[in-house]
């Protein structure tokens, strides 16, 4: 029973260039969550997505930020013209209907380090 | 809006002892609020929550929280500390707003003293 996958767990950019998370969630799950973890810091939230569209957006960045989560594969969060501030952990979690006491579960990370 | 305020960034105690990580928050609504726990490069392992039945809840790994409306908070304790235990905590609330994403609190980072 496999949990939230999320790869690569460990991703370098050079500044400019594009980086992409993925993201499996749980088997039966539709709903994802995007959250990103400065360093020393709490996780933010980014983006709620459901299959096939954005529910909620409202903790991504104006520009660069992309998700999507297709009928068909992972979800995908992709940061475009990367720049160091946004060298961060992005962790991704999934739940299987929207309800405030349906605990979150949570993938390993992708750290993304921008040189 | 929601929040969440986890006093101490740092505790330290020793292996035995008695653990207390403190969470308060802010919501005009009742809460859902929830524990995680972080080992090093590791995603987040839910603790336990509290989501309006029965305010202590019990946890895994011998943890427990009590919900307290009066003092809006929701600490977490464990009896006797274990070595295992050091890792990060957070503490969380869901938002009732419509999209149930949660507010987390900035964490606590615990350390285990032999």
């Known amino acids: 029973n496999a949990g939230v996958m999320q790869n690569p767990r460990h991703l370098v950019r050079r500044r400019g260039q594009e980086a992409r998370l993925r993201c499996s969630p749980m088997?039966?799950?539709?709903?994802v969550y995007w959250y990103r973890q400065l360093p020393e810091e709490g996780l933010k939230f980014m983006v709620y997505?459901?299959?096939?569209?954005?529910?909620?957006e409202s903790g991504m960045p104006k520009e660069r930020f992309s998700a999507e989560f297709p009928k068909e594969g992972p979800s995908i969060l992709r940061i475009q013209q990367v720049v160091r501030g946004d060298s961060a952990a992005y962790f991704c979690?999934?739940?299987?209907?929207?309800?405030?006491?349906?605990?979150?579960?949570f993938g390993d990370g992708t750290r993304l380090s921008i040189l | 809006a929601q929040s969440v305020t986890q006093l101490g960034s740092h505790v330290s105690v020793s292996e035995g002892a008695l653990v207390l990580l403190r969470c308060n928050y802010s919501?005009?609504?009742?809460?859902?609020l929830f524990w995680y726990v972080q080992y090093p490069n590791q995603g987040l392992q839910l603790l336990l929550k509290?989501?309006?039945?029965?305010?202590l809840v019990k946890g895994i790994n011998g943890f427990e929280a009590e919900f307290k409306k009066s003092e809006t908070s929701f600490h977490l304790t464990k009896p006797s500390a274990h070595m295992s235990d050091a890792a990060e905590y957070f503490c969380?609330?869901?938002?009732?707003?419509?999209?149930?994403?949660?507010?987390f609190g900035t964490g606590t980072r615990l350390k285990v003293l032999a």
């Open positions: 088997k039966g799950h539709s709903h």
């Open positions: 979690a999934s739940s299987p209907i929207q309800g405030s006491n349906q605990p979150q579960h």
């Open positions: 509290y989501t309006s039945a029965a305010t």
């Open positions: 969380a609330v869901s938002d009732q707003g419509g999209t149930y994403k949660y507010i």
């Open positions: 997505l459901q299959k096939e569209n954005i529910i909620d």
């Open positions: 919501s005009s609504v009742p809460p859902y």
